[in-house]
């Protein structure tokens, strides 16, 4: 069964922190890397952390210093702090494989993600 089930978001004030987790099938987590993706209303989804399976993380510049990447190998489970949030981190969070896992269905595939999880931050 592939699946990807993210938790811990919610409503936090500006300069708050956040922790979220993401439990996955074995199948996409295995040994792909991982990624923390968000959408923001209005904007495309993007790709703002990422791990190896050996651990090495990559971060885009207005996440770095502030957001940790970090996976439990033994659990399937991967997760995301975040500090220091900004108004402008408001988004839903998702995770998947870095780049994303694909269902095939019949001929074709298709990326599969899971639910997200809602961040918003008050300022």
């Known amino acids: 069964q592939v699946q990807l089930v993210e938790s811990g978001g919610g409503l936090v004030q500006a300069g708050g922190s956040l922790r979220l987790s993401c439990e996955a099938s074995g199948r996409i987590f295995s040994t792909n890397a991982m990624g923390w993706y968000r959408q923001a209303p209005g904007k495309q989804r993007e790709l703002v952390a990422a791990?190896?399976?050996?651990?090495?993380?990559n971060y885009v510049d207005f996440v770095k210093g502030r957001f940790t990447i970090s996976r439990d190998n033994a659990k399937n489970t991967v997760y995301l702090q975040m500090n220091s949030l900004k108004p402008e981190d408001t988004a839903v969070y998702y995770c998947?494989?870095?780049?994303?896992?694909?269902?095939?269905?019949?001929?074709?595939?298709?990326?599969?993600w899971g639910q997200g999880t809602q961040v918003t931050v008050s300022s």
């Open positions: 998947n494989a870095d780049p994303p896992y694909r269902a095939t269905i019949g001929r074709s595939s298709t990326p599969y």
């Open positions: 791990i190896t399976s050996g651990g090495s993380t």
